[in-house]
């Protein structure tokens, strides 16, 4: 199948999943992940309307994004894989928003760095789901000394979090992942309502429809889209 018949695919899922959940389908955003998938791919994709892309790697992100950025103004990119601290500086001047904060020190690191930028940094705090994913932060405590340490930076604007759910066909513990993370959202608006925590990035090809029904306001896609990878 072609990309842009597996985007219209996406989106009509993603329409379907709001109706079910009494929610307006503005009310969530579609990305697609570009991971592993080269600029043609990528290329489909913004064709049939995809504005805002996701890649897991600084310099693959890099490699196929800068030109392309430059035809197509308005074009959103943003970082959802682990950031190394030696990659900070150029992460920091080079996407969009970094979705993928998991630790302390990486918020020290980039909050110092975002510091040179001429915009603040958006950027997402990442809450671990369990055992299968390694990053993000362990629980809602460890969230909270997280976005304490960016406060501390002017230069990062948390915007809200981001999770990745277990890899099983088991829906229980998948959409329990995605609760945990709106009750995570709760609390850091309570504690921190200087912040805009109004964005929750959960849901992959596997399971928007469930992160959808459970208040997902940006879905990252990638294989539904651009196919299986190599
Ligand atoms: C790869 C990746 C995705 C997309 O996964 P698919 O199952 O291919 O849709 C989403 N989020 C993160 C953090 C990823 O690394």
Redesign the pocket.
């Known amino acids: 199948m072609a990309v842009s018949d597996n985007v219209r695919l996406v989106r009509d899922e993603i329409g379907e999943a709001c109706r079910r959940a009494g929610r307006d389908t503005n009310e969530v955003r579609l990305m697609a992940?570009s991971?592993f998938n080269e600029l043609p791919l990528i290329e489909e994709a913004a064709a049939a309307g995809v504005r805002l892309f996701?890649e897991?790697r600084v310099q693959e992100a890099v490699r196929k994004f800068t030109g392309f950025r430059e035809r197509m103004p308005g074009v959103e990119l943003h970082l959802?894989?682990r950031l190394q601290r030696n990659k900070a500086r150029v992460a920091a001047g080079f996407f969009d928003c970094v979705e993928s904060l998991d630790r302390v020190e990486l918020v020290q690191e980039l909050g110092r760095i975002a510091l040179e930028r001429t915009a603040v940094l958006p950027v997402l705090f990442e809450l671990n789901s369990g055992e299968e994913s390694k990053s993000g932060f362990r629980d809602e405590d460890a969230l909270c000394a997280g976005v304490e340490a960016a406060l501390a930076f002017g230069g990062l604007l948390p915007s809200g979090l981001m999770t990745?759910a277990p890899f099983t066909d088991d829906e229980k513990p998948v959409r329990d992942a995605f609760r945990r993370l709106v009750k995570a959202q709760t609390r850091l608006r309570r504690s921190f309502p200087e912040c805009g925590w109004d964005c929750l990035s959960m849901g992959?090809?596997?399971d928007f429809r469930i992160a959808i029904e459970e208040g997902s306001t940006l879905v990252?896609?990638?294989?539904?889209i651009f196919g299986g990878r190599q």
């Open positions: 992940v991971k996701g897991s959802i894989g990745m992959m090809s596997g990252r896609i990638g294989t539904a």
